[in-house]
């Protein structure tokens, strides 16, 4: 008996091309022989939409149609799949659906339009019958979305941590390695090209929370609202956080958070001291890692690079190289994504969550500080796990407390009655810490 192996060209049309559309053509220019013989299938980008087709390209271009109406590559009888690279959430919503509702299927690196739109383009999707593939979205080269979806799909997800942001994790990296302070960091971090068109979008924590956000749908099967997710980015960390974090044997990363809790899941994105043995703190630079803990598998751990133009462009085309075989086979919504489970019953508050927290006070040096503020936590059942007192020739002097385990909303009693203290002279830093592989917290 012989297997007739037939060679499938799939024409792919491209919406945008900057640096992941270039990565994207590159890739698929080097590696396009490698996946005919792996996959029996011909990548092969007909048509590209950008704003300037004057634009100097740094490919060769020759074959490929280039147009600055994307309508008209969505609309092509003569193109199987789009890859939307453009960005944004409204003339990217308006070609994924257009494409979807035309029968065609979508790859797509863009997380804040899954973040906010995943329920109304997923239903979409089924009703054509088409997938949406979204590999990029999160962790970029990572192949994290493939895994919860496919080689954790017997898990019941129980924890996800994941540093999830090129960026901030550079950022963070630059200012413990080398004491650089954040503000000449960013820049650096603009150049190498990891950082948003708007860097706020970074460092304030929401690109993780529109990752985190895509992540807890998947694992729970249904879209979750992503302004449920409690936000804080790193603008705020201090150098001298850092330092007394690692002083007191922490690494402080920016981390996208989803426990199951109970029957309910927590949500959260804030800067997180992690021990720093831990897999997460040895985490550097533009590097990204999810760890996944399933009710059966236990805990997982993906490292990649979550940035940049090669590790973007890799899970684009290894998307298309999925959308090319559900061609082949005829077998569209193979792994139907987003199905809920009924697996958790709310969104808990912020209020209900329960972690240790580093607290940085700065106090006037004078008798009885300690033992105010002692009381005051003792008062609202937070306990002190350690205190550090740094001997400083100034009349201030910054007091480093780690707690036990407390609730969030009794820690916040207490800090309102701390910072109004007459010796209180700034208001409190305050840092979650999860102890993620020992269990502590849980
Ligand atoms: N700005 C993002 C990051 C790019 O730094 O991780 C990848 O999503």
């Not at 944004?88 to 979807?100: C, E, I, M, N, S």
């Not at 330092?243 to 922490?250: D, F, L, Q, T």
């Not at 490292?303 to 959308?323: C, E, H, K, M, P």
């Not at 007192?389 to 009794?410: C, F, G, M, R, W």
Request: aromatic share 6%; proline share 3%.
């Amino acid at each position: 008996m012989t297997f007739g192996i037939i060679m499938k060209k799939i024409r792919i049309g491209l919406i945008g091309c900057g640096t992941v559309g270039t990565g994207v053509v590159a890739c698929i220019k080097n590696n396009a022989a490698l996946i005919a013989a792996r996959c029996d299938v011909q990548l092969s980008i007909v048509a590209i939409a950008v704003s300037d087709i004057e634009k100097k390209r740094d490919f060769d271009a020759t074959s490929v149609v280039f147009t600055d109406n994307a309508d008209t590559v969505v609309n092509s009888p003569d193109i199987d799949v789009i890859v939307e690279l453009i960005g944004g959430t409204t003339d990217a919503k308006r070609y994924v659906l257009q494409a979807l509702k035309n029968g065609k299927p979508v790859v797509t690196a863009n997380k804040s339009l899954l973040a906010y739109h995943g329920d109304e383009l997923f239903r979409v999707a089924a009703e054509n019958g088409v997938d949406i593939y979204y590999e990029a979205s999160v962790a970029g080269g990572v192949p994290i979305i493939k895994s919860l979806r496919e080689g954790l799909s017997a898990n019941h997800v129980e924890r996800i941590y994941g540093i999830l942001n090129g960026t901030c994790n550079y950022i963070l990296t630059r200012m413990e390695n080398d004491g650089v302070d954040f503000g000449d960091v960013l820049r650096e971090a603009q150049d190498l090209g990891f950082a948003e068109a708007d860097p706020s979008l970074d460092i304030d924590g929401h690109d993780t929370a529109h990752k985190t956000c895509i992540l807890a749908s998947l694992a729970y099967g249904e879209w979750i609202d992503v302004d449920q997710i409690f936000v804080e980015g790193i603008r705020g960390i201090d150098l001298q956080d850092i330092r007394n974090a690692a002083r007191a044997g922490y690494k402080i990363k920016l981390l996208g958070i989803v426990k199951f809790d109970s029957s309910n899941i927590q949500m959260r994105v804030h800067p997180t001291l992690v021990s720093a043995d831990s897999l997460l703190a040895k985490v550097s630079d533009e590097f990204n890692a999810v760890w996944v803990e399933g009710d059966i598998v236990g805990p997982t751990m993906l490292y990649g690079r979550g940035a940049g133009q090669d590790a973007t462009a890799s899970a684009v085309v290894a998307d298309l190289v999925d959308v090319a075989l559900n061609i082949c086979f005829n077998s569209s919504r193979r792994v139907p994504p987003f199905r809920p489970h009924n697996s958790y019953n709310d969104v808990l508050s912020m209020d209900e969550i329960e972690c240790r927290y580093y607290i940085r006070l700065s106090v006037d040096d004078v008798p009885n500080v300690m033992a105010r503020i002692a009381q005051i936590l003792g008062e609202s059942g937070i306990s002190i796990a350690s205190v550090t007192q740094q001997e400083l020739a100034s009349d201030h002097l910054p007091i480093i407390l780690i707690t036990h385990t407390a609730k969030e909303v009794e820690l916040n009693r207490a800090l309102s009655k701390i910072e109004v203290l007459d010796v209180v002279r700034e208001a409190p830093v305050v840092l979650r810490i999860e102890d993620i592989e020992n269990d502590r917290d849980r």
